[in-house]
């Protein structure tokens, strides 16, 4: 299949393929998504097959205005607090089905479904077109770090599916959090850039944090159906490690290994600027550039081990750290 790249311009002609069956990857404020309609198994299933994901791993529903819900899932007043007060914007909400409207290929079999709606006019304009909600998982390959770019998308779905929509690099890096208000105490599933006190502060009763970067037993059901799979992850070798460590680093550091850190970790380093990756100045800079490094070494051959400096757990600090622990199977530099 010959692979069409769209600009943000042809908005209605990414609508009309997904509405004709065909999986489109669309731009939104996270990350780059796999787009297909979610009302037509036939379409859902070519996203499955592009990504190599597992069957068992549900999927989004992305949606452009809040009406589409209805027909779908029962929304409580409590979800309904969080999408006035965070959508369109990084929040997945998980919600119970009503009996029978969800394709199991989309839910994995699950009575629940996760709802999301982007903070990206050019997203809702093709979902607009589309005319029905569309699936969006991220458009990686599965088990690969979530693209940032066109061109990351490009590099793992070249070939798999009909277009592209390039609309620039995304803003915030990582994927959307992820709220489960399926069940009696809301629980997040997956860090992203809003975090518990916010969702707290809103509903005005606390949050479970369920996060986690264990990976679990492959017999056991987790709570989000990702979690029990090896994520975010490049083929090499990474390594996390803490900004009080970096003179140690400097020392264990071999002319083929590459740092990604935060501009003041890589001036007090002193080493040469080909061996790092910029992660900026502010956690946000961080988040955003965290995916594109590790994409960008895992592609150079001369590269040995990615080390990667952990953030501060606070705010989105916290989403970095998650993605970044799974990245490197939570392995540490120590001393
Ligand atoms: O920012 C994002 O959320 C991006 C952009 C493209 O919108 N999408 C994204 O989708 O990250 P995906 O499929 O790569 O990640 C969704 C996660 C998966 O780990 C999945 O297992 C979990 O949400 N999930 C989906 N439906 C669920 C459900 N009903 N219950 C529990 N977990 C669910
Ligand atoms: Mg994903």
Redesign the pocket.
């Known amino acids: 299949m010959k692979t069409e790249l769209l600009t943000n311009k042809d908005v209605q002609h990414a609508g009309e393929l997904l509405k004709s069956g065909e999986v489109v990857a669309f731009p939104?404020e996270?990350?780059?998504?796999l787009g297909a309609n979610a009302t037509d198994e036939t379409a859902v299933k070519k996203v499955f097959t592009a990504k190599g994901r597992p069957a068992d791993?549900?999927?989004?529903m992305?949606i452009a205005d809040e009406q589409q819900l209805d027909q779908f899932v029962v929304v409580s007043n409590a979800a309904r607090q969080l999408m006035s007060a965070f959508w369109p914007g990084?929040l997945?909400i998980?919600l119970p089905i009503k009996p029978g409207k969800v394709s199991m290929i989309v839910?994995g079999g699950?009575q629940?479904?996760?709802f999301?709606l982007?903070d990206n006019e050019a997203t809702r304009t093709i979902i607009r077109a589309a005319g029905v909600p569309i699936v969006?998982?991220?458009?990686n390959t599965s088990g690969k770090p979530?693209p940032t770019t066109a061109q990351h998308v490009w590099h793992d779905m070249q070939g798999k599916i009909a277009a592209i929509v390039d609309d620039g690099p995304t803003q915030i890096g990582v994927?959307?959090t992820?709220v489960?208000m399926?069940v009696a105490t809301p629980t997040i599933?997956?860090p992203?850039a809003i975090t518990q006190k916010q969702l707290e502060d809103v509903l005005k009763v606390s949050v479970i944090d369920a996060t986690s970067t264990e990976s679990v037993a492959s017999d056991v059901t987790p709570?989000?159906?990702?979690?029990k799979y090896r994520h975010y992850a490049p083929d090499k070798q990474v390594i996390m490690f803490d900004r009080l460590d970096v003179l140690n680093l400097k020392t264990a550091l071999r002319r083929n290994d590459v740092v990604m850190a935060q501009d003041v970790t890589i001036s007090i380093m002193q080493i040469p600027l080909d061996q790092t990756w910029s992660l900026g100045e502010t956690l946000e800079n961080a988040t955003e550039q965290l995916f594109a490094g590790l994409r960008f070494y895992d592609d150079e051959p001369h590269v040995g081990v990615i080390y990667v400096e952990k953030m501060p757990p606070i705010g989105i600090g916290k989403a970095f750290n998650n993605r970044l622990a799974k990245a490197a199977g939570n392995q540490e530099f120590n001393v």
């Open positions: 939104t996270t990350v780059y998504g791993n549900p999927l989004i992305t990084s997945t998980i839910t699950l629940s479904v996760a999301r982007p969006g998982p991220s458009a979530s994927e959307s992820v489960d399926s599933l997956r992203g709570k989000a159906p990702g979690m």
